[in-house]
């Protein structure tokens, strides 16, 4: 499968090779406990549990910034910025 990702920048050569490859930073979604203390766990917890099930969850990570701030880290899988269902979404109309 192949996934259409936002390429933010090229950066410096990963080392010596044939194949010329290059760091690169790539878009993604970030999530802190800033609003609720336990939004990241939930979010790791709730990808591995997809994963787990077969469902298509994008690469997903927890980081901790300098500061030692856990933030839950997504790949982008949303590189046209296209609206999100609203929620809750009603599905009504699509099971008559």
Request: charged share 15%; no cysteine.
């Amino acid at each position: 499968m192949i996934t259409n990702l936002r390429l933010v920048s090229w950066n410096k050569p990963v080392g010596q090779g044939v194949t010329g490859a290059q760091f690169v930073t790539a878009e993604g979604i970030g999530k802190t406990n800033d609003q609720h203390q336990y939004i990241v766990t939930n979010e790791y917890v709730s990808g591995e549990i997809g994963r787990f099930l077969g469902l298509p969850v994008p690469p997903s990570y927890v980081i901790t910034t300098d500061a030692g701030k856990p933030v839950f880290i997504s790949m982008n899988f949303n590189p046209r910025g296209d609206d999100l269902p609203r929620y809750p979404y009603d599905a009504r109309p699509a099971f008559p």
